[in-house]
């Protein structure tokens, strides 16, 4: 699985375990919605900025997007 895609799961992951839609994480973040929703497809990388501020509007650790976990 490349670097994208693991981003992309623990994205979602994390910002449904915080019950949170994609369009409440865009207004966290200042990001559009359909940033958030590319990012979490997989379609588009972050920038190092754009995952700073996903980390900060989410009140995670930066390293938790990028770290491999088994799905389910």
């Known amino acids: 699985m490349d ?10 992951r994390i910002r449904h375990g915080k019950k949170l839609t994609q ?7 200042g990001l559009s919605t359909r940033h958030i929703g590319a990012i979490e497809r997989a379609e588009m ?11 900060k ?3 995670v ?7 491999e976990t088994s799905p389910g």
Do not use: C, K, Y
């Not at 369009?23 to 973040?29: K, Q, V």
């Not at 990388?45 to 980390?55: D, E, K, P, R, W």
């Not at 650790?61 to 770290?67: S, V």
């Open 3 to 12: 670097l994208n895609e693991v981003m992309a799961r623990n994205l979602r």
């Open 23 to 29: 369009e409440e994480l865009a207004h966290l973040t």
């Open 45 to 55: 990388s972050a920038t190092l900025t754009v995952l700073g501020q996903i980390s």
């Open 57 to 59: 509007a989410l009140a």
């Open 61 to 67: 650790d930066p390293r938790e997007f990028l770290t």
